[in-house]
C-alpha cells in the first residue's frame, strides 16, 4: 500500500465498485479500496438479483429516470445480466389494479448466492488489472480531514485527495460517527417494518412467470425481494436485534419447493421520534424479549385464529413443510408488532390472496422482525454525493440507493463529479 492516493473508497459493495471501476475505466488517477471484510463486494454476495427498471433499487428524490437508465447501462456492461424471461404479466398486472395495487414491470437477472463469488472474483481481479489496489481485511477507523489522511484499525495511516465513504447499511453507525465528525447535518427518519412470508411454491405460482415480482400496495406496503427455486431465510445480526431476510441458491441446486419474500411497510416518522433506526431497534428488541432471543414465526393458520403457534404444533397437519429458517420461535407475531402496522400488512395480504390466490394457505409462515433501515442521509453538497469538499458518502448507507444496481450507479455519479473537479 501506498502512503498516498487519488481516491480513497472505503467499501468495496456495488456503491465501491462503481467509482472504482468509472475512476480506473476514465482517468489515471491511483485508487486503493478499503475492505474490512476478507471477502470483497459487500451486498453482491447475497443472492445478486439485479434490477434493471428505474426505480427499483433508486432513491426517488435524489434520481431521475433519464440519468438512471443510462447509468444502469453502465452497470450491466460490467455485471452482464442474463434478462430472466417474464410471462403473463398483463394478467397480474390487471389482476392488481382492479384493488388498487400496482405491479412493476421489471428487468430483472439473477445470479445466486453460490454463483455470486465468481462474479465478485472475476470483478476483483478486472479492476487489479486496470490498476485499483484493492486491501481486503483492511478497516477504516477515523479521518484526519485536515491533513486528509485516513487510519486504519491497525493504526497506520494513508493520504487521499478525495475519499469515498460507501460502508453499507449495516455500516451505519460508523458512517455516523464520521459524519458528526465532520459536522455534517444528517436525518434519519425512514423505516420499513415487516414480515417474511415462506410458502410453498404451488401456493404462490406467479414466481414460475416473474422471478421477484414487485407489487405496491395501498397504505405504503410492498413486496420486496422473492427468492425461489433453492429459496432460504437468514438471520442478519444487528447490535441489538435479528433481522430476518431471504435469498435463493442459483438454478445448479437442487429446488427445496418454497419461496420467499417479504411485506413491508414503510414508516416515516416525526417529531419526536425521529430517528428510524432507534424505532428498529426498539422494535426489533421487543420481539427479541417476545421470542427468546430469536426472531419469531406464526403459521399464517394459527394468525388468523388469534392464537400462537407452538413448537409441538408446528409441523403437524396442514402446516406442512419445515421452515427454512433453524433457530426461531413459534410465536404470535400480533403481540411483537405494532397494529397501524399489522392492519396494514395483513390488508395487504388479503390483496395478494385475492391476486394470487394461496399465498393464505394456513401452512404459510410469517417471520418477524424483517426490518430494512434506511440509512442516514446526509446533507449532500453538489448532485455527486459530496457532503464536504473532497468528501463523498453513496450506497445504501448513505441513502443514495436501495439495491445493487442503483448503489452501483451512485458510485458511478461520485466518481463522474470527482473526475469533473480535477
Ligand atoms: C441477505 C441479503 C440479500 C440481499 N439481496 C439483494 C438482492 O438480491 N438484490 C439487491 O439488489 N439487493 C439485495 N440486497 C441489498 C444489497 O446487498 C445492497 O443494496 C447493496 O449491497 C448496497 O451496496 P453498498 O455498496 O452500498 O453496501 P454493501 O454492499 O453493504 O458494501 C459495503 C462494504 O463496506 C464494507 N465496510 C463497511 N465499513 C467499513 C470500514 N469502516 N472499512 C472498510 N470496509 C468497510 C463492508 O464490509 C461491505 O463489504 C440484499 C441484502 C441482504 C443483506
Known amino acids: 500500500m501506498n502512503d498516498h492516493y487519488d481516491v480513497i473508497i472505503t467499501g468495496s459493495g456495488p456503491a465501491g465498485l462503481g467509482t472504482a471501476f468509472h475512476i480506473a475505466e476514465n482517468s489515471g488517477m491511483s485508487v486503493l479500496i478499503l475492505e474490512k471484510t476478507k471477502i470483497s463486494s459487500g451486498g453482491l454476495r447475497n443472492d445478486c438479483k439485479q434490477n434493471y427498471t428505474f426505480p427499483v433499487g433508486f432513491t426517488t428524490d435524489l434520481w431521475q429516470q433519464d440519468e438512471a437508465d443510462s447509468l444502469l447501462d453502465e452497470v450491466a456492461s460490467h455485471l452482464k445480466p442474463e434478462y430472466i424471461q417474464q410471462r403473463n404479466i398483463e394478467v397480474y398486472i390487471k389482476r392488481a389494479l382492479n384493488l388498487g395495487v400496482k405491479l412493476l414491470d421489471i428487468r430483472q437477472a439473477h445470479v445466486g448466492t453460490d454463483k455470486s463469488k465468481d462474479l465478485i472474483a472475476g470483478l476483483i481481479n478486472s479492476l487489479e488489472q486496470k490498476g485499483v489496489?484493492?486491501?481486503?481485511?483492511?478497516?477504516?477507523?477515523?479521518?484526519?480531514?485536515?491533513?486528509?489522511?485516513?487510519?486504519?484499525?491497525?493504526?497506520?495511516t494513508a493520504g487521499f485527495n478525495k475519499l469515498v465513504l460507501a460502508p453499507g447499511r449495516a455500516?451505519?453507525?460508523?458512517?455516523?460517527?464520521?459524519?458528526?465528525?465532520?459536522?455534517?447535518?444528517?436525518?434519519d427518519n425512514i423505516v420499513d417494518v415487516g414480515v417474511r412470508v415462506e410458502a410453498r411454491e404451488e401456493h404462490y405460482p406467479i414466481v414460475k412467470d416473474y422471478y421477484d415480482p414487485k407489487f405496491i400496495f395501498p397504505q405504503r406496503v410492498r413486496t420486496f425481494c422473492t427468492n425461489s427455486g433453492s429459496a432460504h431465510i437468514v438471520k442478519e445480526k444487528y447490535e441489538k436485534y435479528y433481522s430476518v431476510n431471504g435469498h435463493a441458491y442459483s438454478s445448479e441446486h437442487r429446488a427445496n419447493g418454497l419461496v420467499n419474500f417479504a411485506m413491508l411497510r414503510t414508516i416515516t416518522l416525526t417529531d419526536p421520534v425521529v430517528s428510524g433506526h432507534q424505532f428498529a431497534e426498539i422494535l426489533g428488541q421487543m420481539a427479541m424479549q417476545l421470542s427468546g432471543g430469536q426472531p419469531m414465526m406464526q403459521r399464517i393458520g394459527d394468525f388468523r385464529l388469534g392464537r400462537r403457534s407452538k413448537k409441538e404444533t408446528f409441523n403437524d397437519d396442514l402446516y406442512d413443510f419445515q421452515p427454512t429458517l433453524k433457530n426461531c420461535t413459534p410465536g404470535d407475531v400480533s403481540l411483537a408488532i405494532p397494529s397501524k402496522i399489522l392492519r396494514d400488512l395483513w390488508r395487504s395480504m388479503k390483496m395478494l390472496d385475492t391476486i394470487i390466490p394461496g399465498i393464505m394457505h394456513p401452512s404459510t409462515i410469517i417471520y418477524y422482525p424483517e426490518i430494512k433501515t434506511y440509512a442516514i442521509r446526509p446533507e449532500f453538497i453538489d448532485r455527486y454525493f459530496q457532503v464536504k469538499e473532497d468528501i463523498y458518502m453513496i450506497g445504501d448507507g448513505a441513502g443514495t440507493s436501495r439495491g445493487i444496481t442503483g448503489a452501483w450507479a451512485s458510485g458511478i455519479r461520485a466518481a463522474q463529479g470527482i473526475l469533473l473537479s480535477r
Open 133 to 156: 489496489t484493492v486491501k481486503l481485511e483492511t478497516e477504516m477507523s477515523g479521518i484526519d480531514y485536515v491533513r486528509r489522511r485516513v487510519t486504519l484499525a491497525d493504526g497506520s
Open 171 to 187: 455500516g451505519y453507525t460508523w458512517l455516523q460517527s464520521v459524519i458528526e465528525q465532520l459536522g455534517v447535518p444528517y436525518h
